[in-house]
């Protein structure tokens, strides 16, 4: 299509919404779009629908078809209303949970999600304000709902907002659940389509004892209650960024026993601008700053930040100079692994049934852990959806004791079926806690753990290939991959490759195939060497790249032998990095 043709159709597009079946501030939106002589905004509102994919929705906010706005958000839950029915056609109610972030046009946009759902004669609960992404979870299950949304998108820029729907599990939802909303969100073609007249007797405001209830049930998976009291007044510094940990978190620490919280009064205000941060990922270093800089000032030993939507956990903690360092996902899920592991070994709570779960693409130290215990581990995909699905699956089977991905989420109960940064934030506390009770830091903790079991070294790389060249250069990538195996990395000879798009992993050193047991296929390789260095390569699903994990193992005898073996592996993972020519 050219550029003629491509403005044709997008301002054919943007008239249609110029009709009485959108309101004046769009029509107001739109027109301007339309009289602006650069239709580069045009263009980018209306190429394409928004489309409501596995994940649900996220995109920029604004008018528009390719915008998130009350008629795609709109679209979506009459969507979601039309499967719910029929899903759910033999129950008498049909009840659904909706919360929402800090984002701006989060609370319109529940609010009249909730209309919707009623207008549909769906019991719908609405939070009263924002709450952590984990909470609603926790409500779908506990109010015995069908569904739920949050509107979220999550750590990304303050331009975007998003809408992640749930499943009755309290999980986000997968096979076949996934497909059938968003053909059903599909079948939506008009505005005349959305019943926007909500039924108020239909809509329940949930507050206060919802939090209540959560944060006591929360209180319920503590292993160390001795440690805390012993240990209550430890200095955190705990930071939102804007976002909805400040309703839930603080007030989490205090249930568990914490006395000395410390707050970044700037990033306790509620905010979808996030005035104090570029971005509010807590992956991002420059997102701690001010925590990190308020803990220098006080004293404290541990530093925590939430994402948005509280799911996601970054921490920081001192080093055996006194200086604060920041633990990456990997950490954190070993930390929080190894503490649940130990814990149960040494309540007398293991009973042979137990086990935990890491995505595939996170450390495989995890796995070193829980085997070395006795404990069973599940590897699935990347996305918490996939964590839920393994619970699911072992529901009244098998114990679970926590699981988590690199991507800075862990889960701690099984309660909640998907990342809690709530939960978390209490785990990493009560760790600190039960490490000083021990005489350690969290630092030293984690380098002993390293001594027990294994240094390893993670990092990730994304490779960026913008437009549709760089996707059919990062098709090519991966059919490459395939078709050409690496035969050798940094030196060290490939033994197993798995391809989970064929579901088929090779064990070179024996000449056999082995099936990958997954639930379905996903466009991943991984290569594993003879030095037992690990490489994870997949597209991404949501941005113009793709993505290489590079993870790298050695021995060390003791924690004055780390520092000898971060450098080795630094020097290992640029040659890992040379040797794949990224």
């Known amino acids: 299509m050219d550029n003629n043709d491509l403005l044709k159709q997008v301002t054919a597009k943007a008239q249609a919404w110029l009709t009485n079946d959108y309101d004046e501030a769009t029509r107001k939106e739109v027109q301007r779009m339309l009289d602006n002589e650069d239709k580069t905004e045009l263009i980018e509102s209306f190429y394409r629908d928004l489309e409501f994919g596995t994940g649900g929705l996220r995109g920029i906010m604004g008018a528009g078809t390719n915008r998130m706005n009350i008629y795609t958000v709109g679209a979506a839950t009459q969507g979601l209303s039309n499967y719910l029915k ?50 609603v979870s926790y409500a779908i299950r506990k109010l015995g709902c069908q569904s739920g949304i949050v509107l979220t998108a999550s750590h990304n820029p303050k331009e975007y907002n998003g809408y992640k729907a749930y499943w009755d599990d309290g999980a986000q939802v ?64 705990y930071t939102p960024i804007h976002g909805t940990g400040v309703r839930l978190v ?13 707050h970044v009064p700037e990033q306790d205000v509620v905010s979808g601008d996030f005035p104090t941060v570029v971005s509010p990922n807590p992956e991002e270093p420059a997102a701690l700053d001010l925590a990190v800089k308020k803990a220098q000032e006080t004293g404290a030993e541990l530093v925590m930040a939430s994402d948005p939507d509280a799911d996601r956990v970054g921490i920081a903690v001192k080093n055996d100079k006194g200086e604060f360092i920041l633990v990456n996902g990997n950490q954190t899920l070993l930390l929080c692994l190894y503490y649940r592991i130990i814990r149960w070994k040494e309540l007398g709570r293991i009973k042979g049934n137990e086990y935990v779960v890491k995505t595939i693409v996170s450390t495989e130290l995890a796995k070193t852990v829980a085997d070395r215990n006795g404990i069973e581990i599940f590897d699935c995909y990347t996305g918490f959806k996939w964590i839920a699905a393994v619970i699911k699956e072992n529901e009244d089977k098998k114990t679970y004791i926590g699981g988590g991905e690199e991507s800075y989420g862990f889960l701690a109960e099984d309660f909640v079926r998907d990342k ?50 760089g996707a059919e250069e990062i098709e090519a990538m991966m059919k490459n991959y395939r078709e050409n195996p690496i035969k050798e990395i ?50 991404s699903g949501t941005e113009p790249k793709i993505k290489f994990y590079v993870e790298v193992h050695s021995k060390v005898k003791s924690r004055a032998d780390l520092a000898a073996a971060e450098l080795a592996a630094e020097e290992k993972i640029n040659a890992v990095r040379a040797s794949l020519g990224i």
């Open 490 to 539: 940094a030196g060290s000879k490939v033994v197993l490759i798995k391809d989970f798009a064929k579901l088929v992993a090779i064990d070179l050193n024996e000449n056999e195939k082995i099936s990958l047991d997954m639930p379905t296929t996903s466009n991943v390789l991984q290569y594993f060497t003879e030095d037992e260095t690990k490489i994870s390569i997949r597209p």
């Open 420 to 469: 809690d940064a709530v939960s978390a934030c209490m785990l990493i506390a009560e760790i600190a806690a039960w490490a000083k009770s021990n005489g350690k830091t969290i630092y030293e903790l984690l380098q002993d753990i390293y001594v027990e079991y294994g240094f390893s070294k993670e990092k990730g790389i994304s490779v960026v290939k913008k437009g549709k060249s």
């Open 250 to 262: 603080p007030a989490g620490l205090s249930a568990l026993g914490f006395t000395n919280i410390i």
């Open 86 to 135: 029929k899903e759910f056609a033999g129950l008498s109610e049909i009840k659904i949970v909706i919360g929402h972030d800090c984002r701006n046009n989060s609370r319109k946009f529940a609010e009249i999600s909730a209309d919707i759902f009623s207008a549909n004669g769906i019991k719908a609960y609405l939070f009263d304000d924002l709450r952590p992404t984990p909470e």
């Open 174 to 237: 997968v096979s076949p659940h996934d497909k059938n909303i968003i053909a059903e969100v599909n079948k939506i073609r008009s505005v005349s389509e959305i019943n926007f007249k909500g039924n108020k007797k239909l809509i329940e405001i949930l507050g206060k004892a919802m939090d209540d209830s959560f944060i006591n049930d929360l209180l319920t998976i503590s292993l160390s209650p001795e440690a805390i009291k012993a240990h209550n007044d430890v200095k955190i510094v």
